[in-house]
């Protein structure tokens, strides 16, 4: 009788440690954006990173990105996200399009890279300025996107409404740079780390114009909303463009759902910043534990404070 209840629980241990080698990690899902944009690869690879060098298994969805992504942590539908400082600010204030529905149980991680608004044309569309959209088919960005944001504070800032004085699309990335080049639609605001997938491809095939910010513009946006960055797009990022575009940017972030522990977050945390150098999207050069609180307003996860507080970026 003894020996087969030492069998038994030889059986049962073996057991235990194959189903921990399959996959008996805690499973998690981050949410990036949409596919056209630097949200959904670089998102592959951070969850790569924290896989494997965590006990946890990450794994990254397409989405669309910021604003949405916020809710489904809030919902508890998702564990992580990416998202823009900016529409994080929002979500905790509760204004914008969080206007009554302010959200408390999202924190960050940290910051990652600048996200730079790109408002994009054909080059014989006869837009050179922001003034020059009036009355123009617009992409604002998917809906419950921080570009949607970003596109109706840029267009306050020149006197337009994103309503009424344009003719707005909700469109994703992929969507907006279709449109350009079939014809439906004569401009798209994109916010995402440069150069950007979708208009990398829109440019191949099409001669495209980037529409720059004037400086008084920017001094003006910066002045109503601080968390907004001049920024510029250099020369020949993409096909055809040879001139320095100016223009803004805010910055893009990691955000988690407060149901994860402490732990968790440290070692998530940890694994990020710690392993930046493995990154081999053009964005990973910027994702440094040194920049990584640059324009986070919100309250970090404990997590990660604590791994900052060991960096000595925190007191």
Known sequence: MKKKYILSLAVLLVLSLALAACGGSKQLTMLTGGTGGTYYPL????????????????????????????????????????????????????????????????????????????????????????????????????????????????????????????????LSFDESTDGIQDGNIDAAFITAGTPTGSVEGLAATTDISIVPIAQDKIDALIADHPYYAVDTIPADTYTGVSDEITTVAVLAMLAVADTLSDDEVYEITKAIYDNAGDITHDKGKLVTKDTALDGIGVDFHPGAEKYFKEEGLLD
């Open 43 to 170: 998102g592959g690879q951070l969850a790569s990173i924290i896989s494997d060098n965590t006990d946890l298994t990450v794994t990254a969805s397409a989405s669309n990105a910021s604003a949405d992504n916020i809710s489904d942590l809030a919902s508890g539908d998702a564990d992580l996200a990416f998202t823009q400082t900016d529409v994080m600010a929002n979500a905790v204030e509760g204004v914008n399009l969080f206007e009554g529905s302010a959200v408390d149980n999202v924190l960050a991680i940290g910051s990652l890279y600048p996200e730079t608004i790109q408002i994009v044309t054909t080059a014989n569309s006869g837009i050179t300025s922001v003034e020059d959209l009036a009355g123009k088919r617009v992409s604002v960005g998917a809906p419950g996107s921080g570009t949607y944001v970003n596109a109706q504070q840029i267009l306050e800032i020149h006197g337009l409404d994103i309503e009424t004085d344009i003719q707005p699309q909700n």
